[in-house]
């Protein structure tokens, strides 16, 4: 599902005569198989962010190939990654990434406005997600009148939409306390069961790296030997 080969990225930071380079990863190599739940864990700095945010098509790497279920990413243009992503990638975010205006139904419709999917078609898509979240009877609440756990549950809601072969979590329970954290993993585990979704997930917190297939460690920017399976 992901094949990384040979990925390194260097931020520079200054102005043109006083530039600064910041080597953040170097010469990574990672795959993931399809149906995998693979958790990448490191501490802040370790790089683990800006290896996904590559991945993602975010930022474009110093160096190296990225493929997405057989497609070179690397290679697309920002136009046709973005149209790539919202065709067959999901993504979770530790902050939710809600539009506060909008209603637990109208955020997961979005993505399906965007594409242009009619509206009977949105509607039945939309419902069936609410449910198998659990919050069908709470579709006209706004984010504010949602707790943590049920705002998750709307962004797993609106990563499904476009039923993608793979979703990208950042953090996905690093703002829950260690109930609705359980509650959160446990519905991701469902959805790679059940669906047979491939999750990278990347966390600091060992509660999250023990739902992984496999956990595989990140330090200043390099992954670690000894790939941990679970």
Known sequence: MIKIKDL???????????????????????NVNEGEIVTIVGKSGSGKSTLLNLISGFIRPTQ???????????????????DFRLDRVGFIFQSFQLIPSMTAYQNIELPLILKGVNEVKRKDIVHSLL????????QDHYPSELSGGQQQRVSIARALVHEPALI???????????????????????????????FLIITHDEEVARIGHRSIAIKDGRLLEGVQER
């Open 168 to 198: 990208l979590a950042d953090e996905p329970t690093g703002s829950l306390d260690s109930d609705t954290e359980m509650e959160i993993l446990e519905i991701i585990k469902q959805l790679n069961q059940e669906m047979g979704i491939t």
């Open 64 to 82: 190296g190939t990225i493929w997405i279920d057989e497609v070179c990413v690397t290679e697309l243009s920002e136009a046709k990654f973005a």
């Open 131 to 138: 449910e198998k979240v659990g919050l069908d009877d709470f």
């Open 8 to 30: 390194s990225h260097q931020f520079i930071l200054g102005k043109k005569d006083q530039q600064t380079t910041i080597s953040v990863l170097e010469k990574i190599d990672l």
